[in-house]
């Protein structure tokens, strides 16, 4: 395991102490994770969100080509 060193202020040092029944360390190292397992959970969902923003893309292009075709078709044919 890596360490990680950081700084708080004074203050903030001195009303750690009065806690004392809870793991710093272990609740500042089950943040970082969490963080860091939402960030790339975020990632990841934009990256899905991207491949299915091209294939709506793509399928709305479709049903407007096939949407026009048979509007030909049926002005061809007299129906309209």
């Known amino acids: 395991m890596v360490s990680v060193t950081l700084s708080v202020s004074k203050e903030t040092r001195v009303l750690m102490k009065k806690f004392s029944e809870i793991n710093w360390s272990a609740f500042i190292r089950k943040s970082i994770e969490n963080k860091v397992k ?5 990632e990841e969902m934009l990256k899905k969100l991207k491949q299915e923003e091209s294939f709506s893309e793509w399928a709305v292009k479709a049903q407007r080509e096939s949407r026009e075709n048979r509007l030909e078709e049926l002005k061809k044919n007299g129906l309209i």
């Open 38 to 42: 939402n960030l790339f959970w975020r």
